[in-house]
């Protein structure tokens, strides 16, 4: 009873102390909902090679970052996500959302990346045809940050308390030992980036800066999605130069 209500109430003041990460959860949630009542699918959100170098479709940037197919693999990015949290009191709402703007812009850029160098090299065309999204990418890449600040002891990961330091690749790991079809890349990828954003661009990006950065991507992406899904009709000028005589419109 009363063990049960104050455990209630001390989650709800965490939800306080963490807007943040409890309106990032809300969002992933809300969007999982929509997914599911419009039947999509990996094809339809996840970040694919050929789909965006070939066909441009940019705003997969986007829809892949926060879209999640699978219930449990939503439960495991939010539960993740919950348990970092600690990184948001340490860094602030706005540092908390620049550097994870930051992570999931750079991740997806290497994950690009690794998949050109694998076909290019190694001659191997499944990463070009693979689908993926989710959160995943973000949360190794805070776990990197978090390790290079090393202000913080532990960090729990799907019911591991495991060290800072050795954190991103032991979760690494451990993920792909209990999800074997889990993206590898994608998480290396987010490690890395948390790495390269933590120690160089964190600092060299002002937060004036971030906004006006944050704003035209996302509002790119936007447009582009948009634009895509929903293209405006195209005008010919010449059919409409044949149609106008002396100012007079022939029908």
Same mark, same amino acid.
């Given at each position: +009873? ?18 943040? #990460? ?13 997914? $599911? ?6 094809? @339809? ?7 965006? %170098?070939?066909?441009? /479709?940019?705003?997969?940037?986007? #829809?892949?970052?926060?879209?999640? =197919? *699978? &219930?449990?693999? !939503? ?10 949290? =600690?990184? /948001?009191? $340490? ?13 999931? &812009?750079?991740? %997806? #850029?290497?994950?690009?990346?690794? *998949?050109? =160098? ?10 070009? /045809? ?18 290079? $600040?090393?202000?913080? @002891? /532990?960090?729990?990961? !799907? ?12 979760? !690494?790991?451990?993920?792909? %030992? ?15 980036? +948390? ?11 002002? *937060? ?17 999605? &948009? ?10 000028? =010449? ?9 007079? !419109?022939?029908?």
């Amino acid at each position: +009873g009363k063990l049960g209500n104050s455990a209630f109430i001390q989650n709800l003041k965490e939800l306080t102390v963490y807007p943040t #990460t409890s309106l990032l959860c809300i969002i992933l949630s809300t969007i999982w909902i929509i997914i $599911l009542g419009r039947n999509l699918d990996y094809i @339809d959100l996840g970040l694919n090679y050929n789909k965006i %170098v070939k066909d441009g /479709e940019y705003w997969r940037f986007l #829809t892949a970052t926060f879209s999640h =197919i *699978n &219930f449990l693999h !939503l439960a495991f990015n939010l539960s993740s996500l919950w348990s970092l949290r =600690i990184a /948001e009191s $340490l860094f602030g709402v706005i540092q908390y959302l620049k550097c994870s703007f930051l992570i999931g &812009f750079v991740s %997806v #850029t290497l994950i690009l990346l690794m *998949n050109h =160098i694998t076909h290019k090299y190694i001659k191997q065309d499944y990463f070009k /045809e693979v689908y993926s999204l989710g959160y995943s990418c973000i949360l190794f890449g805070w776990m990197a940050v978090l390790s290079s $600040l090393n202000q913080v @002891d /532990e960090v729990l990961f !799907l019911g591991f308390e495991i060290p800072t330091n050795i954190a991103p690749f032991a979760s !690494l790991i451990i993920t792909q %030992v209990i999800v074997p079809r889990s993206s590898f890349i994608g998480h290396l990828a987010g490690i890395l980036s +948390g790495f390269i954003v933590s120690n160089y661009l964190l600092k060299a990006i002002s *937060n004036t800066n971030f906004g006006i950065l944050a704003f035209f991507v996302l509002f790119g992406l936007v447009f582009d999605y &948009f634009n895509k899904k929903f293209p405006l009709p195209k005008i010919s000028l =010449i059919n409409n130069q044949r149609r106008i005589t002396n100012g007079v !419109l022939n029908i």
